[in-house]
């Protein structure tokens, strides 16, 4: 695979990859007559170790020292990844928690001081999210639509929005309960219906915008909580029926 492939395949940037390739910390196997760069599937493996290592909040000089080391086990890269992941769970179902508690004081009109905050968050610091936010979606057209949309609701209409959110999300629930299969027809309709919400109350959300979201709830551990909380398998589920639904409408 070329560079530009191996980018939009991984989620990230050309420009990531040429630095990784410039510090030697992922170099391509090959390189065309013409000096391009050509990723095998060795080189993806170790990309997909690196990206793992970089999630989890490890240093890059730090990622490179644990993959050249020729006395690791690939297997002994996945324990460890695994049990960093799981603790990583544990915090971040915490962190879900505590701002879900934020979130329904804020459209409820409710204002916490600096003590209540601490009292019900603890280190847990909600508005970090924001700039995550900022940064992965700042630039967009549907982040700044969101933004001004919700700039003007008042509290009913947040009201309003949580609970057609929260029926919608027991509809979901109760369908998955009943076997109702995630490709189903039944399934994309309420897919659709949460695609409409979307755009009803946020931004434009074509199906293919629909489509990456359905991803991140089961690729974002933080999405996928929120609807495991409701029944188990339903961030699989949800995230299946809204990649049908937008393959039915593509």
């Known amino acids: 695979m070329n560079v530009g492939e191996v980018a939009e395949l991984a989620g990230v940037t050309v420009r990531t990859l040429h630095h990784y390739d410039r510090i030697g910390l992922l170099s391509p196997s090959g390189r065309t007559a013409a000096g391009y760069r050509r990723y095998s599937a060795a080189d993806l493996d170790r990309l997909h170790q690196v990206l793992l290592y970089r999630e989890l909040g490890f240093p890059l000089e730090e990622v490179a020292t644990l993959l050249d080391d020729p006395s690791a086990d690939p297997a002994e890269h996945l324990r460890r990844q695994h049990r960093l992941l799981r603790d990583r769970l544990e ?49 967009t057209d549907a982040y700044r639509e969101s933004s001004r949309r919700s700039a003007a609701y008042t509290k009913e209409d947040w009201l309003r929005i949580k609970a057609e959110g929260e029926d919608l999300m027991r509809r979901m629930a ?54 495991e909380n409701v029944a188990p398998g339903l961030a699989q589920w949800v995230s299946t029926a809204v990649q049908a639904n937008a393959a039915r409408r593509g």
């Open 174 to 227: 109760e369908a998955l309960r009943a076997g109702v299969a995630p490709d189903s027809a039944q399934a994309m309709d309420l897919a659709e219906e949460h695609r409409q919400q979307i755009t009803a109350d946020f931004y434009d959300c074509p199906p293919e915008m629909h489509a990456a979201l359905g991803r991140m709830y089961v690729e974002d551990e933080r999405f996928t909580a929120t609807y």
């Open 91 to 139: 915090r971040t179902q915490a962190m879900v928690a505590a701002v879900e508690k934020e979130m329904e004081a804020r459209q409820m009109g409710i204002s916490l001081t600096p003590q209540e905050r601490f009292e019900v968050f603890g280190e847990h610091d909600p508005e970090q999210y924001e700039a995550e936010v900022q940064e992965r979606w700042g630039d």
